[in-house]
């Protein structure tokens, strides 16, 4: 049976939200092309909510939200990594999501919350996500306010030292899993000048620690609204 998230710690998010007084809380999840976006939600959500692309082919071409229950609403955005051109209409639209405001009291706020980033447990290539960082989102959004996760650690060590039986790694995968993310903390400040929490790891597929992204974004609730910077 598949794990249900939808009251996933509800009364967590409601209490933090509460206390910022805006309701639901927004995250836009983000990524290149091919680092499991849609699965990740699909497994979030489980149901297909979003369509899987095959191989790199981009599947998602617009962003639109996913309420996983009434105080966590999720975006999906088109992924980076598909072309120049593409790029660059895929940028304008995160950029036009991030800006969008809402009004309270005469101000304005941003709609979006926080920022969920996610890359390929496989690869050691992330120059497409600095991209995305360094023109796209530190502009736009407080740096605390990112968080960088890794999907597909089952396949992180070319499919070596993961159970599929359990889904599950061993010892030596977990090992390998902790320094990458220490390495991805090292190499994000090094290539954007960001300092982000170490990141979480994590298996879309597998279902393997869905529950440790949530507590990511949940312990990690700004508590205050979003000023636009």
């Known amino acids: 049976m598949a794990e249900e998230f939808s009251s996933y710690r509800i009364d967590d998010i409601d209490y933090k939200m509460q206390q910022v007084g805006w309701l639901p809380l927004d995250v836009m999840a983000t990524g290149v092309t091919g680092a499991g976006k849609s699965s ?6 489980t149901k297909n909510v979003a369509e899987v692309g095959d191989g790199v082919e981009p599947m998602t071409m617009e962003t639109g939200y996913y309420e996983l229950n009434d105080v ?3 975006w999906d955005t088109p992924g980076l990594g598909d072309g120049v051109e593409n790029d660059k209409r895929h940028k304008k639209k995160l950029v036009e999501l991030l800006r969008k405001t809402y009004a309270l009291d005469g101000k304005e ?10 890359i390929e447990g496989s690869s050691r290539d992330m120059g497409s996500t600095y991209t995305l ?10 740096k605390e306010r990112i968080l960088v996760v890794i999907n ?26 902790e320094e990458k993310a220490l390495s991805v903390q090292r190499r994000v400040k090094e290539a954007t000048g960001v300092s982000i929490l170490k990141p979480v790891y994590y298996s879309a597929v597998y279902k393997y620690n869905l529950h440790a992204v949530l507590d990511f974004i949940i ?9 636009l910077s």
Do not use: C
């Not at 312990?219 to 000023?227: E, G, M, S, V, Y």
């Open 109 to 118: 706020y941003g709609f979006v919350d926080m920022v969920l980033v996610i």
């Open 152 to 177: 597909q650690v089952d396949v992180a060590m070319k499919g070596r030292h993961w159970n599929q039986k359990t889904g599950k790694p061993d010892t030596q995968l977990l090992n390998f899993l």
């Open 219 to 227: 312990d990690n609730i700004p508590l205050h609204r979003r000023k």
């Open 133 to 142: 960082l360094n023109e796209v989102l530190v502009p736009n959004i407080q």
């Open 72 to 74: 966590l609403r999720i």
């Open 40 to 45: 990740t939600l699909n497994s979030l959500f």
